[in-house]
């Protein structure tokens, strides 16, 4: 089946197989693959997207479900060589180690911050739940986040 899917600002149309998940067609249709695979049961968090503004599990949605809308990806934050405020939080306050969960940990937080644009410690770290990081405490992911948030 064909597909119409506007990522990270462009157009693109590609014939999938219907059982073709987002996050496969990010990657493989498109190259994009800051978007990471890393459980295929939609428990970690690493495919994290934005379908139509909203931070969702790439790994849940069908390539079809997506036709006609807009996704964004880790690789369409920066403009013109300026990291997004949340990628260069992340930065500064060492929100990453290994670095595989951070695509997924930062467009996450950028829709939790689109929701609640003034959180607490609290609510970031119950808003990044659905996000798993094997290499850290998550404190200076909270750090990051509220940083960002400022």
Known sequence: M?????????????????????VHYVR???GLTGTNIGCDTSSCGACTVHL???AVKSCTILAAQADGCSV????GLSKDGVMHPMQQAFMENHGL???YCTPGMVM???GLLNENPHPTEEDVRLGLEGNLCRCTGYHNIVKSVLAAAK
């Open 97 to 99: 180690q290994c670095g």
């Open 108 to 110: 996450a937080a950028i």
């Open 28 to 30: 493989e249709n498109l």
């Open 52 to 54: 139509n503004g909203e």
């Open 2 to 22: 064909k597909v119409s899917i506007t990522v990270n600002g462009k157009k693109s149309e590609h014939d999938v197989e219907p059982r073709t998940l987002l």
């Open 72 to 75: 964004d990806t880790i690789e």
